[in-house]
Every structure is written in structure tokens, then in C-alpha cells.
């Protein structure tokens, strides 16, 4: 076990941000740690980091406390945090040397890993140009090779994809699987975007108001949902009304509205149709589409919080 | 410290112009201001009504314009009238073949010297007008004068060392004045890129690399003082090996008082990092009282000037002050290490003050 975390604990004004949470990370492996904003997930990462102290509870490097020792954990991580750390009026070249430097690397192969990194994340042909002028994908993408001059063991990527463009996104992502799948890298992504976790992680964290509500492998968490159906349904014309008598019928044990239909989470094996059809006719609409989907993390999500991701 | 330092050096190389801006400022104020400093006489028209306009005119203005203080210049009435009643001076002066009358638009101080020195003018001529009786007054006026010149009592004055006393060089002050003013914007600004660091995320990633706090803030610190001191030292160079100004001869001595003044200077301006959050904050906080300081401390104005107990122990709080005394007394009277040693004792405490206390701010914060 390469970072754990014992009922790590972190309060502001005596509320608890983080709450008694434990999760491990394994050497090599690349953990997702998902969540809304306001989950508390940054202040994980700052904890975890060694950058603000816990109020309770302890974080283990290689079953060693860092909250006394701060520098084991420093030497070996990278952290990418959610903005844009870097100086807007210096080149993509100019940041990273400066990185580079105070992270000590030997000025013989400074030069030589600086291109190594505008390679990877695509701006070695760019390298000269002031960040100020880049577009966000790209500050991201230089935000992100800052954290990798010094070849850190684990990278701790703070929701890096916030606010870009497809494009960018797309070679970030690439970016983080290369590094884990070539170059063994740890990897600790948060995110509020599923896809990506899905992406790029073999295991997963699901916080919420503070707390970890569950853990495991993909088809671990969707084994959360193996009693349950996720159907969705179109109608003519919607109402709160009809929500609500749905939310009746006995079976269903989610209602909600999205951009694309009504989402209906019901008991699995129990045959619905009937009872929807004859409810959504009652209050004087009809059904013009019906589906039931394969669960998703997204529907782990609304299961266990009763709340969307982007809530 | 160095990856630091260098950095900050490479953000400024890229956009000097705040610097040059607040550098060729000091100069142009100083240019401005010290020279309209040198003619400090205050002109004061003067009328006349009377018949014998001219004679009455040709008799006083002489006279008056014996004192270098005061500048009188001959108007007509209704000029002379207008000019007060607009505002454009605050006295003009009515004469008559014997009297006068001081024609005003306030009751500032200014005024009532000027009437404390025309009163004193025409009291004199009345006596000797009295005492020459029909003799010619003008005779008795030069015997008198030449009386004064070798009178049984007289004044001397002589400097601590024995020599003559410096005419007090108010251009010189206000060289150093608005050198100083300029420079604590520039170290205040260079200073607060510590709080724009912490703002933009760049100090957290720094706290989690290898490189210690202590070298975090030096590399800030040192490049502040580099620079404030660089601006203070080169205006300095450029007044006196281009504009030839007369700086004294101990060159060396003031540039290491503007050290002091820099060093002190960057401190104050950590201690506002520690109060203030944001570097928007900072900007707009120590922009609107950093200009305040040359006004209690007195740089704009003649020394003595500033008599308020609570203003001038303000001023003492502040490196300005001191800054300024020693500089004065260096460049004015030429003294040494001993006589300067207190102004740089106190530049030096406050710094150490300021700085343990701005640093403690800013890391409780963090914590």
C-alpha cells in the first residue's frame, strides 16, 4: 500500500469538510476520486498532499505517518491543482525551467526533460510563446507538466480538465493514462466529470459532504445498482404533477427530470410499464418513448447521494 | 532562493514599464518641484490711487521690494482689484503717500506676515522721516543702514564645525524626498508579488517542492530590496554625475542609507502582505497610505514646518523619516557614521519588527 489515509478528518470553522474518511492507493494503480464540487475532494488532495495539516486522523506513506515528516511525501509527488499555478507572464519553457529549478533537478538533464514534457503534452512548438497568450487548454496542459519535471512517483491531478476544450481534454487524458500505463506513475484524478474517471481509473472513490459513501472498481460500484432498473421515459408534455404520481407508484425509488427525458430508478424485475402508463394518462399526457438503460456511474451516483454530479 | 530571485527578475525583464514609470517619475517630480521650490518669493500687486500716482509709486516700490521674501509689482486699480477678487492672489496692496491699505480676499497666515512686514516698512520710514525732519530722508536712511553694518551688537553665526552654516537646500530634500516616495511604491509592488504567488496557486506548489520557506521568501525579498534600491541608487547617480547636483561628498554614505531605507522599507510593505488579503487588495490599501507618509513626515515641507506632537511620532514609525534626516545631514553638513548611527538604528528596528510580524500574518493564515 503505497498512500492510506485512517479517518482522516479536516474541519473549517467547526464544520467537518472532510469527515473520517480511509481510502488507499496502491503503487502503480490510478485511483479516481469522484465527486460534486463542494464534496470535499480538494481538501482531500491538500491534506493527503501535506500542504494544509488534518484536524484529526493521519495519512500514511508506505505505512509511515507524513503529518510529522512532510518531505517524504513531497519529494515523490507531483501535484496538479485545480488552477492555473504559473506565471502568465513568463513562456510555457520559462515555467517549467522554474519548476524544474526549485524542484533541484540537475541542471545537466533540466533541459533535456523540459522537452521531454512539451512533448508530451504537445507544445514544444509553442514553448517560447507566453502562457498569457494561450488558450485554457493549453495553460492546463503546461499546469500539468510542471508537476512532472522531477519524474514524481504519484501525480495528483485536481479536476485538471475543468473548462476546456474537447481537444484539450482529449491529450490530457492521454497524457495521464501514458503516464500511468508506461511509466508506472501513480495516479490519484479527481473529478467531477464520470466519463473521465471511467476513463482512466480501475478504481474508484465516491465522495459526498465530506464522506466516502462508496469504493471499489467499476463494476464494483455498478453492482450497487444490480437490484435496480434505470428507465427513461418521454412525454408529450411534463409536469411537476407527474413526477410526483410517478414517484408514487410503488416501485420506483427515483424520479428525476433531465435534458433528455424523465429518469425513473425502480426496483429491478418489477414490470412498470403498466403502472406508468396508466399514471402518466391519468394527469393527461402520454408516453412517446421508453427505455431501459444499463446502469452507468453516473446512476452509482444519484443512487447513493440523491444528487447529480454537477449538482 | 536563486530560481526564485531569477524568476522575478525574468517577470520584470518581460514588463518594465511599472519601473521605469515610478524611475523617470522621481526624476521628473524632483525636477519640477525643486526648481519652482528655488523661487519661493510670493508676488503681491500694488495700486495706487492718489494724485501723484507715479511719485507714490516710485517711492514705496523700491522699498518694499528690499525684502527677497516678497515680490511687488506695480498694477493698475481695477487690474489690481480684479486679480484679488478672482482669486489669482490672495492680497494686493493700496498705497497712499503716507499709509496704506491691504486689500485681502482670506486671513491666511501668508497674509498677515505681509502686513506684519508692510506695517513694519512704513513705521520705520515715519520715523526717519521724523527724525530727519526737513533733511533729506534718504541721506539719513543710508547713514542709518551704514550704522547697522558696523553696529556694537551683532549676530554670528557659525556651523558645529567652525564654518559657515549651509544655506538650507530645500531642492536637495525634495531630491530625496520624491526618491523615496517612488521607491516605496516599487518595493511595495515587487513585494506584493508574494501575496499574488499565493493568489494564483504558484506558493502552494512551491511549498510542496524541495526548496525551504525560508528560501521562498529571501528570493522574494531580496529581488524587492534589489530593485527598490536600484531605483533609489540610480536617480541618485543621474542627479548628481548628470544633473550635477550637489550631494555632499559622501556618496557612499547615502547610497548606504538608501540601502537601509530599501531593506525597511521592503519589511513595511511585507507587514501590509500580512494584514491584507488578496493582491488586490494590497494595491489599493498601500497605494492609499503610502502617500500619506511624506506628508506627516514632513518631505515636502521646510524643516520645522510639521509641529504636531501625534504626526511626528507617526512619522517616526515609518523608515521614511529617518531616511530622510540622515540624508539630509550627510548631504547638507557632511556627517559622519556617529551622527546618522540612530536614524539607522530605528530604520533597522523597524524592519526587524515589521518583518517577524508581516511574516507571522501571513503564515497563520496559511495554517
Known sequence: MMIETVKLTKSFKGKNVVDEINFYIDEGESVGLLGPNGAGKSTTISVISSLIKPSAGDVKLYGKSIIKNPAAIRKILGIVPQEIALYE????????????????????????????????VGLRERQKELVKTFSGGMKRRVNIGAALLHRPKIIILDEPTVGIDPQSRNHILETVQKLNKENGTTILYTSHYMEEVEQLCKRVYIMDHGKIVASGSKTELLNILSSEDTIKIHLNETSDDILKKIQQIESVRHVDETDDGIRIISKKGNNILSSLIHTVESQ?????????????LEDVFLHLTGRTLRD | MFAVFKTQIRKELRSPWALILLLVGSIVLTLIFANIDQDTSTTVPIFSTEEKKEEVLNKWEPLLNKNSNFNFVVEEDTAA?????????????QLFEHDYRLITNSSMPAVQMLEDYVHMLFTTEAQLQAAAGNNNVAALRAEVE??????????????????????????????????????????????NAVSADRANGVWDRMILSPISKTAMY???????????????????????????????????MILFVAAIFSLSMVSVAMLFTGFIKTPEQFQVIYSSVIPIIPVISGVYMPPGTLSNPILL???????????????MDIALYGAGWDDIALQIAFMLLIGVICMGVGINLIERRNN
Open chain 1, 284 to 296: 393527461g399526457a402520454e408516453i412517446t418513448n421508453y427505455q431501459i438503460e444499463t446502469p452507468s
Open chain 2, 146 to 191: 551704514s550704522y547697522l553694518q558696523e553696529a556694537p551688537l551683532q549676530i554670528q553665526t557659525e556651523a558645529l564645525d567652525g564654518g559657515e552654516v549651509p544655506d538650507y537646500n530645500m531642492g536637495l530634500q525634495l531630491l530625496f524626498g520624491f526618491t523615496l516616495f517612488m521607491a516605496m511604491f516599487t518595493i511595495g509592488f515587487q513585494v
Open chain 2, 313 to 327: 511620532f507617526i512619522a517616526d514609525l515609518f523608515p521614511l523619516q529617518h531616511a530622510m534626516n540622515s540624508l
Open chain 2, 81 to 93: 482689484r480684479k486679480l484679488v477678487e478672482e482669486g489669482e492672489h490672495t492680497a494686493v496692496l
Open chain 1, 89 to 120: 507572464e513568463l513562456s510555457a519553457y520559462e515555467n517549467l525551467k522554474f519548476f524544474g529549478e526549485i524542484y533541484k533537478v540537475k541542471r545537466s538533464v533540466l533541459e533535456e526533460r523540459i522537452q521531454e514534457i512539451l512533448d508530451m
Open chain 2, 218 to 252: 529571501t528570493g522574494h525579498l531580496c529581488y524587492s530590496f534589489f530593485i527598490g534600491f536600484l531605483q533609489v541608487g540610480l536617480v541618485f547617480l543621474i542627479f548628481r554625475y548628470i544633473l550635477h547636483y550637489d550631494l555632499g561628498g559622501h556618496l557612499g
